[in-house]
T-cell receptor, first 112, second 114 residues
Framework: GQQLNQSPQSMFIQEGEDVSMNCTSSSIFNTWLWYKQDPGEGPVLLIALYKAGELTSNGRLTAQFGTTRKDSFLNISASIPSDVGIYFC????????????FGTGTRLKVLA | EPEVTQTPSHQVTQMGQEVILRCVPI?????FYWYRQILGQKVEFLVS????????KSEIFDDQFSVERPDGSNFTLKIRSTKLEDSAMYFCASLRQGLATEAFFGQGTRLTVV
């Protein structure tokens, strides 16, 4: 089946540092999304990407959709303590149900 | 801002009991989903629902699971006879239209089977 692998699995960083995380897929997706999940909460959409090569920003967040449509990265600049959480990438199925396939997640911990 | 709401936020049930998890999707959305997240793991697709019928289900969604949209507003997930391994967060999501639109997720229901 389709799988999305994220790296790193977890990371500790100092407040103010920049963060970069990746997501790779065994399949092509036409829509790629990045979500953040706080403990005990549902995933919250950060950035959606629709075109191969697309680079999109949302405040301190920047994400790019790989040209092959099988990978993406998410960067967070000048991290702050509230950036703590789990970041999931997700690819949207291109036909039928438009379901999301979620990645394995990157757990981010920010040290003040 | 419209949101997906789920009730209850936490449900504790005894093994073998039936549970119904409830969701109110965003009103003009057309596609509805249930996802599951076992503690510490990734979010997994369970089932999708469109045009008043199941459009796809995963291998997790066996005969013990069912979904309904009884009144055009609520969207429910029923587990007939719960097992310990059904303990997880269950998320409802809705999508306004098909490709290239974003799904909105509810806050989740934490199901604990004891």
């Amino acid at each position: 089946g389709q799988q999305l692998n994220q790296s790193p699995q977890s990371m500790f960083i100092q407040e103010g540092e920049d963060v970069s995380m990746n997501c790779t897929s065994s399949s092509i997706f036409n829509t790629w999304l990045w979500y953040k999940q706080d403990p005990g909460e549902g995933p919250v959409l950060l950035i959606a990407l629709y075109k191969a090569g697309e680079l999109t920003s949302n405040g301190r967040l920047t994400a790019q959709f790989g040209t092959t449509r099988k990978d993406s990265f998410l960067n967070i600049s000048a991290s702050i303590p509230s950036d703590v959480g789990i970041y999931f990438c997700a690819g949207q199925a291109t036909s039928g149900t438009y379901k999301y396939i979620f990645g394995t997640g990157t757990r981010l911990k920010v040290l003040a | 801002e419209p949101e997906v709401t789920q009730t209850p936020s936490h449900q504790v049930t005894q093994m073998g009991q039936e549970v119904i998890l409830r969701c109110v999707p965003i009103s003009n959305h057309l596609y509805f989903y249930w996802y599951r997240q076992i503690l510490g793991q990734k979010v997994e697709f369970l089932v999708s629902f469109y045009n008043n019928e199941i459009s796809e289900k995963s291998e997790i969604f066996d005969d013990q699971f069912s979904v309904e949209r009884p009144d055009g507003s609520n969207f429910t997930l029923k587990i007939r006879s719960t097992k310990l391994e059904d303990s997880a967060m269950y998320f409802c999501a809705s999508l306004r239209q098909g490709l290239a639109t974003e799904a909105f997720f509810g806050q989740g229901t934490r199901l604990t089977v004891v």
